[in-house]
């Protein structure tokens, strides 16, 4: 699987069945190659998929209300991934949302059982959609190289971060690199690899 860059759905693997937390499960700006969503680079889906696998899709929060609400950091933007009747797996037992909104711009639920504040909450990589033609998981990013034209290599992705303005390509080697349309020109799942273009680090 090879191409541009393309949209971005991302989420890194660690440890035995499960996909780390620094990739959780959310939508934001990247970069785009034929998303035809000018202007604006395009966005990054946290989810993969790998059969038999966990993702995590966000964490206990703080309390919400006296009902045992709890709002979820770093959540999924999957509209339907925190619906009602929905079952997740927090801090690894399986739980069935019974109330879900949304307080200040984050989701807000309610579960059918007991959970501790910050514990991961994880779904099956099975139950999730294939990513659309010319896009990426985050997990598949990691681990690639990462070249300058003309081959000169960076280092290794570690991680995919976000900040304000887009994603950043996060290296082994302590670089970092905007995944936007013009820094990242091309993805090559099957050589490993990221080809990105000169001018995007403070020696090159």
């Known amino acids: ?5 393309g949209r ?4 890194s693997r660690a440890g035995r069945g499960t996909v780390a937390y620094g990739a959780r499960a959310r939508r934001v700006r990247g970069l785009r190659v034929s998303s035809g969503d000018e202007g604006r680079g395009d966005r990054v889906l946290r989810e993969p998929r790998q059969v038999n696998e966990l993702v995590t899709v966000g964490r206990v929060g703080r309390p919400h209300g006296l009902d045992g609400g709890f709002v979820i950091e770093d959540a999924s933007d999957d509209p339907d991934r925190f619906a009602v009747g929905a079952t997740l797996l927090v801090g690894g037992r399986p739980a069935r949302i ?5 307080a200040g711009g984050r ?10 504040r910050g514990a991961p909450i994880e779904v099956e990589l099975a139950s ?15 681990g690639l ?9 960076l280092g290794r992705v570690s991680e995919i971060s976000s900040t304000p303005a887009n994603d ?18 091309k993805v090559d799942l099957d ?11 403070s020696s090159g």
Do not use: N
Not at 8 to 11: E, S
Not at 98 to 102: A, D, G, I, P, V
Not at 107 to 116: M, Q, S, T
Not at 168 to 185: H, K, N, S, W
């Open 1 to 5: 699987m090879r191409g541009r860059a």
């Open 168 to 185: 950043v390509i996060e290296l082994d080697t302590g670089l970092a690199l905007p995944l936007v349309d013009a820094c990242v020109q």
């Open 191 to 201: 050589a490993g690899r990221i080809v990105v273009q000169r001018g995007f680090t």
């Open 107 to 116: 989701p807000v639920i309610r579960l059918d059982g007991e959970v501790e």
């Open 145 to 153: 190289e990462v070249e300058e034209e003309g081959g000169r290599s």
């Open 128 to 142: 999730l959609p294939e990513p659309e033609e010319g896009s990426y998981y985050a997990f598949q990013l990691v």
């Open 8 to 11: 971005l759905l991302g989420a």
């Open 98 to 102: 019974l109330e879900s909104k949304r």
